[in-house]
């Protein structure tokens, strides 16, 4: 449930789920927003229905809903939406026994970092005798890559080969094929085998006692199942485990497609439990870890710890530019395991604001800690609102790329807020260009500015540049951008349907540095045209 400004459908509010509400059926939500007024869209993760705004005397216009009390009754009847239909076969690739708990990350065929569908799963009885590993997919009709995989198994692009030919194997999101699915169609992609992952217990858990003859099996098991705080089954939701002295640490296990997992072979002892979201998916990436449960093991025991994702108010992602040396290449990566610190700074010097209530000992100070996953999302909860700012601890091989605090206004903390200092702008263009320009203007300004007024500081791309990163971002603005391209005839503005604009992100641009000096003889002469 979205909460839209009646007056720009782009500027939507993602509401808090009321944690004290009881006795709620199956489609039955309760929500915490602020007062104003709003229209009102329900949308399903997957695709599966038609997303509708609130509309009560069904004369198709969305309803305006002034909202200063509690309100009930704001219910909805969503459509069935046409979806495309994929077929897909998966079997073990020495066994030929089939893959259960698959999942399937269908990502955006001309954009890496947009954010993944998740595909609707028909009803499927995996511990069934008749279930062969076909799997039947609704997925909202588009251009895609396809990646899969299962537990204990090597996660698989489509790919094309030198022949030209479709294949399945190990790679990365550029060598995918593009899939390009039609709503009312269904496309068949066959039989994949997969091959398992194949590692020792050594490999698997990162322990490399193991390697020295020690066994790990039996032991005591975990089950259970991630779910949003409305009851949807979550997949991919990483689970972490370990024990209370932190002597072992498991983190490998991802939910299944149903949002069920399953950790074996624990040692005795006293274990913390709790699951993290996929941020790879926005679907998730408004929501974050769950509380920890503490449980206690022996040996031969099965315990269930079902978790429930929290939400978050504040979530983003961190890239920077890393190069390929092999090719040349530069390509904006998501920023891993990076420690972040968001802290109350109203003044926005950068420093958290301890003042005499806190410094006595009879105040806390307002802040959330956080690391981002391995593709650099992150997400975290604020009780208040206010002016903060965001300190990321980058890892010293990237230090030359450590911005300054990140400043940033919490506005309401019902409010959800992805928090971002750049935008990424791409374009196509059948245009012969000798450079593009790329203008935008904020909410609050009536005409478009040129990014590179300055000359000095910023450089146009060039005639074959596809994107650009506006790194000069404020955190909370909205803004627009076109894109012009520069040819030998004049300019041409693009077509706002050739040109895609990113959510916010945190990029960590590279450092601009300016090297002045002189150049002299060996009698400290001024060498003029070296």
């Given at each position: 449930i979205?909460f839209?400004?009646p007056?720009?459908?782009?500027n939507r509010?993602?509401?808090m789920w009321?944690e004290?509400?009881?006795g709620?059926?199956?489609?039955d939500?309760?929500?915490?927003?602020?007062?104003?007024d709003?229209?009102?869209?329900?949308?399903?993760?997957?695709?599966?229905y038609?997303?509708?705004?609130?509309?009560?005397?069904?004369?198709?216009?969305?309803d305006?809903?002034?909202i200063t009390?509690n309100?009930t009754g704001?219910?909805?009847?969503?459509?069935?939406?046409p979806?495309?239909t994929v077929?897909i076969k998966?079997?073990d690739?020495n066994?030929?026994e089939?893959v259960?708990y698959?999942w399937f990350d269908?990502?955006d065929?001309?954009?890496?970092?947009?954010?993944?569908?998740?595909?609707?799963?028909?009803?499927i009885?995996?511990?069934s005798?008749?279930?062969d590993?076909?799997y039947?997919?609704?997925?909202?009709?588009?251009?895609?890559k396809?990646e899969?995989?299962?537990p204990?198994y090597k996660e698989?692009?489509?790919?094309l080969?030198?022949?030209?030919?479709?294949?399945?194997e190990?790679?990365?999101w550029?060598?995918g094929?593009?899939?390009?699915?039609?709503?009312g169609?269904t496309?068949?992609?066959?039989t994949?085998?997969l091959?398992a992952?194949g590692?020792?217990?050594?490999?698997?858990y990162g322990?490399?006692?193991l390697?020295e003859?020690e066994?790990l099996?039996?032991g005591?098991t975990?089950?259970g199942?991630?779910?949003t705080s409305?009851?949807?089954?979550?997949p991919?939701?990483?689970?972490?485990?370990?024990?209370v002295?932190?002597?072992?640490?498991?983190?490998?296990?991802?939910?299944?497609?149903?949002?069920s997992?399953?950790l074996?072979?624990l040692?005795?002892g006293?274990w913390v439990v709790?699951?993290?979201?996929?941020f790879?998916?926005?679907?998730?990436?408004?929501?974050?870890e769950?509380?920890q449960t503490?449980?206690s093991?022996?040996d031969?025991?099965t315990?269930t710890v079902n978790?429930?994702?929290?939400?978050?108010?504040?979530f983003?992602?961190i890239?920077f530019?890393k190069?390929?040396?092999a090719t040349g290449?530069?390509k904006n990566?998501?920023l891993?395991?990076?420690?972040?610190?968001?802290?109350?700074?109203?003044d926005?010097?950068?420093e958290p604001?301890?003042?005499?209530?806190?410094l006595a000992?009879?105040?806390m100070l307002?802040?959330?800690?956080?690391e981002?996953?391995?593709?650099?999302?992150f997400?975290f909860y604020l009780e208040?609102?206010g002016?903060?700012?965001l300190?990321?601890d980058i890892?010293?091989?990237?230090?030359?790329l450590?911005?300054?605090?990140?400043?940033?206004t919490?506005?309401?903390p019902?409010?959800?807020?992805k928090?971002?200092n750049a935008?990424?702008?791409?374009w196509?263009?059948?245009?012969r260009?000798?450079?593009?320009d790329?203008?935008?203007?904020?909410?609050t300004?009536?005409?478009?500015?040129s990014?590179?007024l300055?000359?000095?500081?910023?450089?146009?791309?060039?005639g074959q540049?596809?994107?650009?990163?506006?790194?000069?971002?404020k955190?909370?603005?909205?803004?627009?951008?076109?894109?012009?391209?520069?040819?030998a005839?004049?300019?041409?503005t693009?077509?706002?349907?050739?040109?895609r604009?990113?959510?916010p992100?945190?990029?960590?641009?590279p450092?601009s540095?300016?090297?002045?000096g002189?150049?002299?003889?060996g009698?400290?002469?001024a060498?003029?045209g070296a």
């Amino acid at each position: 449930i979205v909460f839209v400004d009646p007056n720009d459908d782009e500027n939507r509010f993602w509401p808090m789920w009321d944690e004290t509400a009881t006795g709620l059926a199956d489609g039955d939500f309760a929500l915490k927003i602020p007062q104003g007024d709003y229209k009102i869209l329900a949308e399903r993760f997957d695709g599966m229905y038609k997303s509708a705004f609130y509309d009560a005397d069904n004369n198709d216009v969305a309803d305006t809903v002034s909202i200063t009390s509690n309100k009930t009754g704001i219910d909805f009847v969503l459509e069935s939406r046409p979806t495309a239909t994929v077929t897909i076969k998966l079997l073990d690739a020495n066994t030929s026994e089939p893959v259960k708990y698959a999942w399937f990350d269908f990502f955006d065929a001309e954009d890496e970092y947009a954010p993944i569908v998740f595909p609707h799963l028909g009803m499927i009885d995996f511990e069934s005798d008749s279930f062969d590993g076909t799997y039947t997919l609704s997925v909202p009709g588009g251009s895609y890559k396809l990646e899969l995989a299962s537990p204990e198994y090597k996660e698989v692009y489509q790919i094309l080969d030198e022949s030209g030919n479709t294949v399945w194997e190990t790679s990365e999101w550029e060598n995918g094929a593009t899939i390009t699915l039609t709503d009312g169609d269904t496309t068949d992609l066959g039989t994949v085998n997969l091959d398992a992952t194949g590692f020792s217990d050594a490999e698997f858990y990162g322990f490399g006692w193991l390697d020295e003859g020690e066994d790990l099996s039996g032991g005591a098991t975990i089950t259970g199942t991630v779910k949003t705080s409305s009851g949807i089954g979550v997949p991919k939701a990483r689970i972490i485990a370990h024990t209370v002295d932190y002597i072992f640490w498991f983190d490998h296990v991802q939910t299944r497609s149903d949002g069920s997992y399953e950790l074996k072979n624990l040692p005795d002892g006293e274990w913390v439990v709790f699951a993290e979201p996929p941020f790879d998916s926005e679907s998730f990436q408004g929501f974050r870890e769950s509380n920890q449960t503490v449980v206690s093991l022996s040996d031969g025991d099965t315990e269930t710890v079902n978790h429930v994702l929290q939400g978050s108010n504040v979530f983003g992602r961190i890239m920077f530019p890393k190069k390929n040396h092999a090719t040349g290449v530069t390509k904006n990566e998501g920023l891993g395991h990076a420690f972040i610190w968001a802290f109350r700074d109203e003044d926005q010097d950068g420093e958290p604001d301890w003042d005499d209530d806190i410094l006595a000992g009879t105040a806390m100070l307002t802040e959330a800690f956080g690391e981002t996953d391995k593709n650099g999302f992150f997400s975290f909860y604020l009780e208040e609102g206010g002016k903060y700012s965001l300190r990321i601890d980058i890892p010293g091989q990237l230090s030359a790329l450590a911005p300054a605090p990140i400043g940033f206004t919490l506005k309401n903390p019902n409010e959800s807020m992805k928090l971002g200092n750049a935008i990424k702008i791409d374009w196509k263009s059948d245009v012969r260009a000798t450079a593009f320009d790329v203008e935008r203007k904020s909410g609050t300004e009536s005409s478009y500015k040129s990014l590179f007024l300055d000359a000095n500081t910023t450089t146009k791309p060039g005639g074959q540049a596809k994107s650009f990163v506006d790194p000069s971002v404020k955190p909370g603005e909205k803004y627009n951008y076109r894109v012009v391209a520069e040819t030998a005839n004049g300019q041409v503005t693009l077509e706002s349907s050739k040109v895609r604009v990113s959510e916010p992100i945190i990029y960590l641009a590279p450092p601009s540095k300016k090297i002045t000096g002189y150049v002299l003889d060996g009698d400290n002469t001024a060498i003029a045209g070296a």
